[in-house]
C-alpha cells in the first residue's frame, strides 16, 4: 500500500466581545440566555434598514493580526455572502473575501514548527437553531399504548446574529491532529492576553473547522478536500483529523475515490459523517457590500493599535524560565493560568524585597525561595482553587501573606505539612500566617531536648524498623520521620528530626 502525507487546514472562527454587535448598537452578551433579546431592526434585516460597521471590531481583529505577524491590508472592504439559511436574517452574510484586513501570518508551535496563517477576516455571526424533539405516546381503543412517535420543533435565537466574528485560516501545512490541537490551544490563549475574546469553546465564542485531504509521498498535488465541523474541543479536534485521515487512507487503498464534502464529527462514537457536498467560493457570489464604505487604514493608527499589544505567551513562556529559574512545566503554567502567574510574580517581588532586609544577596537562596513559591501556588493554591472553584482574582490570601508564610517555611520556621495546614486557613479566612500559627499554636518544634525526647518515644514504639536500619536498610529511617511527624502532629522540624534519629540509633 502505498504511504500517504496528510495536508491539514484550520478554518477557526471567534465571536469578538465587543460591547456590540457588527453592524448595529445591539448588546454583544454570550451570557443572554432569553431568546430575541439582543435584537433591533438592523440585526434582524428589517426593510429600509442599514448598517453601521463597529470600529472596536475592527481594532480587535487588526491587533489579532500584528500579534500573529501578518501583513494588514490598508484599504480592505467587506462583501456579500449570499447563501440560504434559516439563521441568516437577511439571506446573505456581510463577510470578507477579496480583501481581508490580515494576511501572511504565522504562529509557532513548542517544537519550533511555524504554522502559517493565510488571512484573518472579519464578519458578522448567525443565529443560533435550536431543535426540539418530544416522545409522544398515543391510545387506541384496543390497547391503552400502542407506541411512540416523536414530534420534532425547531426554532432560531437570533441573539447571536450580527456578532462580530473573526475568521482565522491557516495555510495547509499542519500534518498531524496533535498540531492542529496545539495550535488551537495556542491561539485561544493568544486572544485571552489581547483581550479581544473570551474564546470560550462551551459558549461557542470559538468554532473551529479543520480541511483534511491527503497525497501520497511521491505526488505533488493535494488530494480531495473534506472539511469537518462541529468540533466543540480541541480534543475533538486532534480525534476527528486522525480519524479523518485513516478513514482516506483506507477508501484510497480500497480503489475508491475521497468525496469532496462537508461532514460532521459525532464525539461519543469517535467517527466522521457526511452532511453534505462541499461548497466552492464561487457558489456563494461575493460582491461588495454596497451599503458600507471600504475602509482604509494609515500607519500612524496601526502603530497606535500595536502599542496595545502585551506580553505574549510565547515571550512570558522564555522570560519567566530565564528571570526567575524556574522549570518550563511550572512556566508553561503561569503562562496558561495567566492570573495565577500575575499573581506570582506579585509575590516574587515581596519575596525579594524581604531578601534585601534580610541582606541575603546570595543567588542559591534566591532561587530557592522563588522556586519554593512557585511550588507551593501551582501545587497547594491551585488545588484550592479547583476545589472551591474560585478565580485568583476573588483570592482571599494576599501576595505579601502569602510571601511571608514562603519565608517561614524557607527559614525551617514550619514544616511543609504545617504549612499546607495554614495555606487552608488562610485561603478560608483570610487571616496572615503569622496570626494564625500564634491563635493555633502551630510553631515548628525546632528544640533539640524535646525532639530528642520524642525520637526516643518512636524507637521504642518501633523495635522492627529500628532492626531493620541497623542490619543496613538505610530506606527505615524515612518511615521513622514520619511516625515522629505523626506524634509531633506535623510540628517537628523534619530535618532536626532526622539528624537526632540517626544519632540515637549509632
Known amino acids: 500500500m502505498p504511504k500517504y502525507k496528510p495536508v491539514i487546514g484550520l478554518e477557526i472562527h471567534v465571536e469578538l466581545n465587543t460591547k456590540t454587535k457588527m453592524f448595529c448598537d445591539s448588546a454583544n452578551d454570550a451570557n443572554e440566555t432569553n431568546p430575541n433579546t439582543n435584537v433591533c431592526p438592523v440585526c434582524m434585516a428589517h426593510p429600509g434598514t442599514l448598517p453601521v460597521i463597529n470600529i472596536e471590531a475592527v481594532h480587535k481583529v487588526i491587533k489579532t493580526g500584528l500579534a500573529l505577524e501578518t501583513k494588514i491590508n490598508e484599504f480592505s472592504w467587506f462583501e456579500r455572502k449570499n447563501y440560504f439559511y434559516p439563521d441568516i436574517p437577511k439571506g446573505y452574510q456581510i463577510s470578507q473575501f477579496e480583501k481581508p484586513f490580515c494576511e501572511d501570518g504565522v504562529l509557532k508551535l513548542s517544537s519550533g514548527k511555524e504554522i502559517k496563517i493565510k488571512r484573518i477576516h472579519l464578519e458578522e455571526d448567525t443565529g443560533k437553531l435550536i431543535h426540539e424533539t418530544q416522545n409522544i405516546k398515543h391510545k387506541t381503543q384496543d390497547q391503552d399504548v400502542s407506541g411512540s412517535m416523536f414530534h420534532a420543533s425547531s426554532y432560531v435565537d437570533f441573539n447571536r446574529a450580527g456578532v462580530p466574528l473573526m475568521e482565522l485560516v491557516t495555510e495547509p501545512n499542519i500534518e498531524t491532529g496533535v498540531e492542529a490541537k ?12 489581547l483581550n479581544v475574546s473570551e474564546a470560550d469553546m462551551e459558549k461557542g465564542q470559538l468554532r473551529i473547522e479543520a480541511n483534511i485531504s491527503i497525497m501520497t509521498e511521491e505526488s505533488s498535488k493535494f488530494g480531495t478536500k473534506v472539511e469537518i465541523k462541529n468540533l466543540n474541543s480541541f480534543r475533538a479536534c486532534e480525534r476527528a483529523i486522525d480519524y479523518e485521515i485513516k478513514r482516506q487512507a483506507e477508501v484510497l487503498d480500497s480503489g475508491e475515490k475521497v468525496a469532496q464534502e462537508t461532514r460532521g464529527w459525532n464525539e461519543n462514537e469517535g467517527l466522521s459523517f457526511v452532511q453534505r457536498e462541499k461548497e ?98 501551582i501545587t497547594e493554591i491551585q488545588k484550592l482553587l479547583a476545589e472551591s472553584k474560585t478565580k485568583v482574582s476573588s483570592l482571599l490570601i494576599t501576595p505579601e501573606d502569602f510571601a511571608e508564610l514562603i519565608t517561614y517555611i524557607h527559614e525551617g520556621m514550619t514544616s511543609s505539612s504545617i504549612a499546607q495546614e495554614i495555606i487552608r486557613i488562610m485561603f478560608d479566612t483570610g487571616q496572615d500566617p503569622h496570626q494564625i500559627i500564634e491563635d493555633r499554636m502551630l510553631h515548628q518544634i525546632s528544640d533539640r531536648g524535646e525532639l530528642k525526647k520524642a525520637a526516643q518515644d518512636v524507637i521504642m514504639a518501633n523495635p522492627k524498623p529500628v532492626e531493620d536500619y541497623k542490619k543496613g536498610k538505610v530506606e527505615s529511617i524515612k518511615f521513622l520521620v514520619g511516625q515522629l511527624m505523626k506524634a509531633t502532629k506535623g510540628k517537628a522540624n523534619p530535618q532536626m528530626g532526622e539528624e537526632i534519629l540517626r544519632e540515637l540509633l549509632k
Open 182 to 193: 496545539e495550535f488551537g490551544e495556542e491561539f485561544q490563549l493568544l486572544l485571552r492576553y
Open 280 to 377: 466552492e467560493s464561487h457558489d456563494y457570489r461575493y460582491f461588495p457590500e454596497p451599503d458600507l464604505p471600504p475602509v482604509r487604514l494609515d500607519k500612524a493608527q496601526i502603530e497606535f493599535i500595536k502599542q496595545e499589544i502585551p506580553e505574549l505567551p510565547a515571550s512570558r513562556r522564555v522570560r519567566f524560565t530565564k528571570e526567575y529559574s524556574i522549570t518550563e512545566k511550572d512556566a508553561e503554567v503561569f503562562t496558561v493560568k495567566k492570573e495565577l502567574g500575575d499573581f506570582f510574580e506579585k509575590v516574587v517581588t515581596e519575596l525579594e524585597t524581604w531578601l534585601k532586609d534580610q541582606y541575603i544577596t546570595d543567588e542559591v537562596n534566591h532561587k530557592e525561595i522563588i522556586k519554593l513559591a512557585a511550588n507551593y501556588l
